[in-house]
């Protein structure tokens, strides 16, 4: 499936700049993030960041296809547990957005469409020190993306954006009251609120 992710992606970036109403830009903005269930339900958000380059075709007045590559850090903050002080999870991908999108006016754009995640590195930090627990989380994910961009004046825009992560992130081994393992499972999703700005480079 990776493989197969891959060539569309290299299709995508090579055949947009074919069309005649194609833009090149660049983003960043601010990561609201949270990982759902992992180790507590009690898991607060974290700030991180996005960073990368966008493209964008535009079919007709009013249907773009925005693909993105970018790098972002998402997960969490945790509290303590009896084990542990609480810290926090951070989550590093190279994040590949496409979306489509529908012009409500020259202004205004809704954004909506998947999300794959590849894992770049996992670190959790506690008890003053950094752990590098990458061997333990899935090496891809995938979200569904819903938001808004509003151009402000020559190229230049904000962005505001909702990531809805599905795949189970992190192995773990569960355990009764005495310390026995009673099983192993999967658990824990991604959730992103993302604020930024992105500029475009037109090409006519």
């Known amino acids: 499936m990776k493989k197969t992710l891959l060539s569309f992606l290299i299709i995508i970036f090579s055949v947009t700049p074919v069309f005649s109403q194609f833009s090149f830009g660049i983003k960043a903005g601010l990561n609201v993030a949270n990982a759902k269930s992992i180790n507590s339900d009690n898991n607060k958000a974290r700030l991180g960041f996005n960073g990368g380059v966008l493209s964008e075709v535009e079919f007709g007045k009013k249907i773009i296809l925005r693909p993105e590559l970018l790098y972002s850090v998402k997960g969490c903050k945790f509290p303590a547990t009896a084990v542990n002080t609480g810290g926090t999870l951070s989550l590093n991908y190279f994040s590949v957005p496409i979306l489509g ?21 996992a670190n959790s930090k506690f008890d003053n020190s950094d752990h590098d627990v990458s061997s333990n989380f899935r090496k891809f994910d995938i979200a569904i993306d819903l938001g808004a961009a509003y ?13 809805y992560g599905f795949k189970d992130l992190v192995d773990v081994i569960y355990t009764d009251q005495m310390g026995n393992v009673t099983g192993k499972g999967k658990e824990g999703s991604n959730r992103v609120v993302q604020i ?9």
């Not at 825009?157 to 909702?162: F, I, P, S, T």
């Open 196 to 204: 930024g700005l992105f500029y475009k480079f037109h090409k006519k």
């Open 101 to 121: 999108g529908y012009h409500l006016n020259n202004d205004f754009t809704f954004l909506l469409g998947p999300e794959f995640n590849f894992l770049t590195k």
């Open 151 to 163: 151009n402000l004046k020559s190229g230049l825009g904000v962005e505001l954006r909702y990531s």
